[in-house]
């Protein structure tokens, strides 16, 4: 079991953790690892991989990559996919990201 303490749980990518250069899929994976590792249950859980990313697109849970790279835009809604995969099935979640994707991409 992988140490924890209450600061661990409050675990979140913030803006300014995110490059303001567009990121390819390996580079978001990373950032995941670097952020979410301390939630871990235990050592050979992934965080998020590729599959994942990919399942999400498939279900166009977020706007389409340009040229393989993510803008921040993308990173911020997988982060919240990933949150709420917990408590959501993906159908759930996509009626939640069509009412809010909108405002996320015109801020």
């Known amino acids: 079991m992988i140490n924890t303490n209450e600061k661990d749980f ?3 990518i913030e803006r300014h ?3 303001d250069l567009d990121l390819y899929m390996d580079q ?3 950032l995941f690892d670097k ?3 301390p ?3 235990d050592e050979n859980e992934k ?3 590729k599959t994942m990313i990919n399942n999400y697109a498939k279900s166009k849970l977020f ?3 340009e040229n393989k790279k993510y803008k921040i835009e993308h990173v911020m809604l997988i982060q919240m996919i990933y949150q709420l995969k917990g408590a959501l099935s993906l159908q759930d979640i996509q009626t939640v990201l069509e009412l809010i994707t909108p ?3 015109n801020e």
Do not use: D, E, G
């Open 47 to 49: 965080i998020l991989t």
């Open 17 to 19: 953790m995110i490059p």
């Open 63 to 65: 706007p389409p990559i």
């Open 28 to 30: 978001v994976r990373q």
């Open 103 to 105: 405002s996320i991409l």
């Open 35 to 37: 952020t979410y590792t």
């Open 10 to 12: 409050q675990a979140m």
């Open 39 to 41: 939630l871990k249950r």
